[in-house]
């Protein structure tokens, strides 16, 4: 269990040597061998994150390791075909063609991923058996779907009557335009709103979960940017850039257009970041904030989010547009939605 005096004392330490200097507070966090040791959480990314974090929940409650929590948890938006943007019943590709990334991540630094996946519901699970049965880290396309078939996955139809219906009104104009922030309306309870189906374009789920044992995994799964050109993977099944972890440290996912956070390889900035000492949301602004440094007039259109959780449980997160929400889950409370800070407001 945590020592309250120790942990008082390491965060002042910290707190001195963020005011000093942030580089010469990698050793003293880094060192640091606190973590939060039977206090398990799990966070996700936007407000689909709440049923999916109470999924998660029940393997932490249990005792259960971090990443069996976090694939449990992002099974539930995977298979709810309500959610455009999510396994069953996202939108497609601009053929027509649901293809799913996914990756995942455990406390050892394994891996392991798929992209361009047609016909799995869970592509989050095909991730992780390519993480523990094979030498490698990341299946494509055919190549990935014959992996899962070949380990009793079963093929369906991803492409709901919904998707189809959206997809045909866009072939309509076929005109590629996002509307940013627009999805989460659909969970708002108080205001439902019912948008034309070319609008919900993105949203990803990440989900970052510390078990009892203190050690964290992640998971992120996504069918991408709606319309997409066949092929086009983005960021989300890509280690680093929308999902990445350090056990001594901390993790942390993203959501909205992937390019630019592969661009800036941004989850494995954030982590690193918090290595030297930032704090959760610190980093995460940092990360915003080279997106929107290098390229100003395109990060005024776009949407980037970073979630982001350290070692102690704490969590934080930065958007570049408002309208970014995250979920968190403790024993104390399971269903907190946070509007995520953001640069633009
Ligand atoms: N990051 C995802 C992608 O670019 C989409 C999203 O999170 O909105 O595919």
Known sequence: MLDRRKFIKASALSAVALAVDKSSATAMVASNPLSIIGKPIVISTWDFGI???KAAWKVLEKGGRALDAVEEGVHVPEADPSIQTVGYGGLPDR????????????????CGAVAGLEHIVHPISVARMVMEKTPHVMLVGDGALQFALENGFKKENLLTKESEAAWKE????????PVMNVENKLYDKAAPTKLPGNQYNHDTIGMLAIDIKGNLSGACT?????YKLRG?????????????????????????????VIRNVGSFLVVELMRQGFSPEEAC???VMRIIKKKPEIAKKIQVGFLALNKKGEYGAYAIQTGFSYAVCTAEKNDLLIPGKSFYK
């Open 232 to 260: 086009r993977v983005g960021d989300s099944p890509i280690i680093g850039a929308g999902l990445y972890l350090d056990n001594e440290i901390g993790g942390a996912t993203s959501t909205g257009v992937g390019e630019e």
């Open 51 to 53: 049923p999916a974090n």
């Open 285 to 287: 602004k940092e990360a």
């Open 170 to 177: 866009w072939l309509k104009t076929a005109k590629y335009a």
């Open 222 to 226: 996504t069918s991408g940017m709606a």
């Open 95 to 110: 053929d027509g063609h649901v293809t799913l990334d996914a990756c995942i991540m455990d406390e050892f630094g394994n």
